[in-house]
């Protein structure tokens, strides 16, 4: 079979051994990109629309203009089935360029979900969430800005008019992308909750080759995550958090919690928050490894959410990175209208 072996930079490899590895895209503030974490979280919100935008920039500090960037968009709703249940349509679109050869992603996805009472009452329930998405996916791939093995002269030297000697190759190619998701709620009140899922990514696990005559299929990612709010005081709550992520070889996991000050009154909500998280994911072959401290920040004022965050990193890349690795912003505006069933989902 016959190999592609890119080589970009020295220091690309080594950033892609990290980050590329697991294949998809990942978001520090997770509970701020619910249709990218599951599926099942269509339509589940306070209000009857939802809008999400969130944009990551990762390891400028590095590669400079030829940084990863990742953004995503997308807008869901719940429709009202009978007195309790629901269903949530929704639909996501998101793109990710890594290096210098422009290694591009655009993903577009519908998604759907049916929320099921299970229990309580009107303002204290439990909910079992079923969710499935499917849509097409594109990538592409600049080879003409690819550095080829042959074209080294041993010495340092590169010379990008040698002919690289490859054939058979696509700059891009289109395939189909589905998931299902599960997603179990409690509310306790309006500031307290819990909540667990599961999701399953690439449930036809699409052929990723660049190559006509060979096939690479996409690893499938199982991801599992669960969450609350706690209300300590009055006045201040705890939001902790927890998403792992199991992709072919490779894991990633995301931990950590937010305290929450409740600023406004129950006509008039505000609300900050100030976190810290940390990203343990693995080596291949080589073990565990904690990859960054994040330090987060989120506001909420009535239907509006704005939240922060910066990925410290603290891996063997420190040296390279002065240990700057990512920000991110995030931007949620929801829209309730005149149907609002009191308390029905935790906030996200």
């Not at 935008?53 to 009978?82: C, F, M």
């Not at 008039?268 to 810290?276: I, V």
């Not at 073990?287 to 063997?316: C, E, H, K, M, Q």
């Amino acid at each position: 079979m016959k190999r592609i072996r890119l080589v970009l930079s020295s220091c690309l490899l080594v950033l892609g051994a990290l980050s590329l590895q697991a294949q998809d895209i990942h978001f520090s503030q997770f509970y701020l990109s619910p249709l990218n974490l599951n599926p099942a979280m269509t339509g589940v919100m306070n209000c009857n629309s939802r809008l999400v935008a969130n944009y990551r920039n990762q390891w400028a500090s590095v590669l400079k203009s030829n940084a990863y960037n990742t953004y995503s968009v997308s807008y869901d709703q719940r429709i009202p089935v009978g007195r309790y249940d629901y269903f949530g349509v929704g639909g996501t679109f998101w793109g990710d360029r890594a290096g210098e050869a422009e290694f591009e992603t655009l993903t577009g996805k519908l998604s759907v979900s049916y929320s099921k009472k299970m229990g309580g009452y009107r303002s204290k329930a439990h909910y079992l969430v079923f969710g499935a998405e499917g849509g097409f996916a594109q990538r592409s791939l600049d080879f003409l800005k690819l550095r080829w093995p042959n074209q080294h002269d041993g010495q340092g030297g590169f010379d990008p008019n040698i002919d690289s000697g490859e054939t058979d190759l696509m700059d891009n190619f289109t395939f189909v992308d589905m998931a299902a998701g599960l997603l179990w709620f409690s509310v306790f009140d309006e500031n307290n909750n819990l909540y667990i899922g599961g999701s399953f990514h690439h449930l036809n696990r699409a052929n990723q080759s660049f190559m006509t005559d060979e096939v690479d299929d996409l690893y499938s990612r199982v991801t599992v995550h669960a969450g609350g709010e706690f209300l300590m005081s009055s006045r201040v709550g705890l939001v902790p958090g927890v998403i792992a992520m199991w992709q072919g070889p490779s894991f990633q996991v995301n931990s950590g919690a937010s305290l929450k000050f409740l600023l406004g009154d129950s006509r008039n909500y505000q609300a900050f928050q100030l976190g810290t998280w940390v990203r343990v994911s693995n080596k291949i072959d080589s073990g565990v490894l904690v990859d960054a401290a994040i330090l987060s920040t989120r506001f909420d004022y009535n239907n509006f959410s704005l939240g922060f965050s910066y990925d410290v990193n603290v891996s063997d890349l420190t040296p390279a990175s002065n240990n700057n690795g990512a920000f991110e912003f995030a931007l949620v505006y929801k829209i309730c209208g005149p149907e609002r069933r009191n308390v029905y989902c935790p906030r996200f």
